[in-house]
């Protein structure tokens, strides 16, 4: 894992994410403005304080915009690249929340960009759209999120059982299915990662995976067919210990999922069982002992 990652202040160098574009010189060429305002709606005015910086650091710039019903963030954003700030970088992709690329900050609170909208905002004061505090800034409202990617290769990959029916094939029960299905809508916004306070405020990077990659490890350890073994890689590993369930990650999921109680929550009490039960240990022992 990367060094502790601190946007506004240290230095690093910046891989952005190759599935998602940044949209720094306005709208692209033999394309429509991204800009969401209908023609011929009532329009008023709103101002955006927008981070503006790199990895040495940046400050805040206030831009007034016209507004009108309907608008996101990024409908605004991409109005203030537009019209007022045509080298502003922004990450975007689908603009329907699931590509997971336009997360921020709005407001000090991570979001999705495209998913927050005008009207559930306080539009008399400056809505402050500043970049993911978790990572380290590449420029404006663009991270380095390539620490989230190497994460994911240390986990021990799927690895099934084999096949228990003559066919070739494997039974399953339903509910046993079903448990792990929620765990796969994550988009991989990363605002888990970055709302979590082991990341965010103590930059814990190099000892803790984040609850992105709890989730992703539920996953495997709670699919039917899997018999990986990961519960030592948790807890000395990937820094499960760290979590203290505060549930803020679920609390800011796009997707809702319900990351502490169904993921983090179960892999602890795995941990527990296999690191800190006594009665555990006990069976354990004995059955050491039977086998020799």
């Known amino acids: 894992m990367s060094a502790g990652m601190q946007p506004r202040t240290e230095k ?23 800009s969401a305002v209908p023609q011929n709606a009532p329009q008023s005015t709103a101002t955006f304080r927008v981070w503006r910086g790199d990895e040495s650091g940046g400050k805040l710039v206030d831009y007034t915009t016209p507004v009108s019903e309907g608008m996101v963030v990024l409908d605004a954003i991409h109005q203030i690249q537009a019209d007022q700030a045509n080298d502003l970088a922004v990450r975007w992709n689908c603009k329907a929340g699931k590509c997971g690329s ?26 402050t759209v500043e970049p993911m505090r978790a990572f380290k800034p590449i420029r404006d409202l663009v991270t380095d999120v390539s620490w989230n ?43 888990c990662q970055d709302v979590c306070h082991v990341l965010r405020d ?38 499960i210990g760290f979590c203290n369930i505060t549930k803020c990650c679920t609390a800011v999921c796009p997707e809702h999922i319900t990351i502490t109680d169904n993921a983090i929550i179960p892999l602890k009490e795995r941990v527990i069982d296999e690191f800190y039960d006594p009665l555990g240990r006990l069976v354990k022992i004995f059955s050491r002992r039977k086998k020799d």
């Open 202 to 239: 103590h930059n814990k990077h190099e000892e803790f995976i984040g609850p992105r990659f709890l989730v992703y490890a539920a996953a495997l350890e709670m699919h039917p067919l899997d018999v990986e073994d990961r519960v030592a890689d948790l807890k000395r590993e990937h820094g």
């Open 149 to 191: 990617f190497r994460v994911k290769q240390e986990i021990k990959p799927f690895r099934p059982r084999k096949p228990d029916a003559p066919d070739g094939t494997w039974r399953m029960d339903q509910r046993d299915v079903d448990r792990v299905q929620e765990f796969r809508k994550c988009i991989e916004c990363f605002l």
């Open 102 to 127: 336009c997360s921020a900050e709005i407001n000090g609170k991570p979001k999705l960009m495209c998913m927050a909208r005008l009207n559930e905002l306080p539009l008399d004061k400056p809505v």
């Open 12 to 34: 690093g160098t910046g891989v952005a994410d190759p599935k998602s574009r940044i949209g720094d010189t306005g709208p692209v060429a033999g394309r429509s403005s991204p």
